[in-house]
């Protein structure tokens, strides 16, 4: 884990630093983090690039510049945060249509390349629970997920792991994965010999053999060969709504392709977002941060004609009620969740590993205590997580005076700096605003 590796190397550091007879030798922590310092240290002992289970270090431009406007005079509030409507359908125009009571989903974090069978059935059982969806993640459909779901989405993934045309019956919707935003389009390779048995089983695999997912489907040769892919997986699943999933780069080509292909909805995941052991350098280095992206994503689509029928799901470093809103604002239709979910998760059971452990020690395939996370516990902690951010969700909305969280729209916020202002389109909070007033009614004598 890279918390543990730095946290050595760190100790290494300050140990070498105690010893240093004289200042000339302190230049060489000039403009590096500790935690970059670390990092060096770690690649320079073992000659490897490096990996950890979060997403970005580095801080962009977020959802903090942004605030929201409350209606007061010119236009008026709603009295019951309950009369605004919290329900999304993503693939309106599918033959099935995936319903969910919320626009907060469980995005995909897979089974053995990332999560502990354990993890992902409390997230599954949370969602569940909570009356929305959760993603199979990369390594595909499982049968006990799918058990414990109320609603679940597969990844088609480029490994073709747990890929199965006939599993596609029992599913509410599948994510064609070409990217995410911790690694990009990179391939990647599990040695045999880090597989154990449960997840050799799933994978199905043979004795010895690893798993790989390569960069790319290794049938498609061309990007108009997606439609081909999507009206395969459409009539296998007898009519879910298929998307594609990419992380947030050549946003208006990849929105395009995904269009060509016959999508029903398109799943951006930004910059800031992590994976279950993504390299630091694409981590910190490649991609559009999420804030970024989303507009242009929706302004691409309505300039296409075709924002009716397709729907924009985000992710990528969205931690609470007010990142949910205000992405949904700038377009989105829904957000999927991850680490957020995992804290939710673990929290109150933080206190089964020793003081300063990684949390993700509880849910990690290769956590050192992922058996002992409790698994109602955990899906009822994350349930009422994503109950809770619903209901300040319609909080948001109720002081815009709007009775559907889809309604809230760019015209419900201010940005705080100019450089915001102009990434979203959203006006500044410093210019006067056009004054919209309704005409005040006049009786027929004249007066009021």
């Not at 946290?7 to 140990?15: C, I, K, T, V």
Request: aromatic content about 6%; charged content about 25%.
């Amino acid at each position: 884990m890279l918390e543990g590796l730095v946290r050595q190397a760190l100790d290494e550091l300050f140990d070498r630093i105690a010893k240093m007879q004289s200042a000339k030798h302190l230049f060489m922590v000039d403009g590096f983090s500790l935690l970059r310092m670390g990092a060096i240290g770690e690649r320079a002992r073992t000659g490897q690039p490096l990996s950890e289970p979060y997403g970005s270090t580095r801080r962009f431009l977020d959802f903090n510049e942004l605030m929201f406007l409350p209606v007061q005079l010119s236009r008026f509030p709603l009295d019951k945060h309950q009369d605004v409507k919290t329900e999304v359908v993503i693939g309106r125009h599918a033959a099935r249509p995936l319903r969910v009571s919320t626009p907060i989903m469980i995005t995909g974090m897979a089974f053995g390349s990332a999560l502990s069978k354990r993890a992902k059935i409390a997230v599954a059982k949370a969602s569940a629970l909570a009356g929305t969806a959760t993603n199979s993640g990369e390594s595909g459909f499982m049968a006990e997920e799918r058990e414990a779901a109320r609603k679940y989405i597969v990844q088609w993934n480029r490994g073709r792991w747990s890929n199965r045309l006939e599993d596609l019956r029992h599913v509410d919707a599948v994510e064609i994965q070409v990217g995410q935003g911790a690694e990009g389009s990179l391939g990647n390779r599990v040695k045999a010999e880090n597989i154990r048995e449960d997840f050799r089983a799933h994978l199905g695999l043979e004795p010895g053999q690893d798993a790989v997912r390569p960069a790319q489907f290794r049938h498609i040769d061309d990007p108009s060969q997606f439609r081909a892919m999507v009206d395969e997986l459409r009539e296998a699943s007898g009519g879910a709504p298929v998307g594609i999933k990419f992380a947030a780069s050549r946003i208006e080509e990849d929105c395009e392709v995904a269009i060509q292909a016959g999508v029903d909805f398109i799943t951006i995941d930004g910059a800031q977002g992590g994976s279950g052991g993504g390299r630091e350098v694409t981590i910190n280095n490649t991609g559009v941060p999420l804030v970024y992206a989303i507009p242009r994503a929706n302004r691409y689509l309505h300039e296409r004609g075709v924002r009716d029928r397709i729907d924009l799901i985000v992710t990528g470093g969205l931690r609470d009620a007010g990142d949910f809103m205000k992405a949904m604002a700038l377009g989105a239709n829904a957000v999927y969740i991850g680490e957020s979910a995992l804290l939710a998760m673990i929290y109150h059971q933080l206190d089964k590993m020793p003081p300063a452990t990684n949390p993700a020690q509880l849910f990690l395939y290769t956590g050192e205590y992922q058996d002992q996370l409790d698994i109602d516990q955990g899906a009822q902690h994350l349930a009422n997580f994503i109950k809770a951010s619903t209901t300040e969700m319609q909080l948001l909305a109720q002081t815009l005076g709007k009775n559907d969280l889809q309604l809230v729209n760019m015209d419900d916020m201010v940005a705080l700096s100019r450089e915001m202002a102009e990434i979203t389109g959203v006006q500044l909070a410093y210019m006067p605003q056009e004054i919209r007033t309704p005409p005040v009614p006049v009786m027929a004598n004249g007066q009021i």
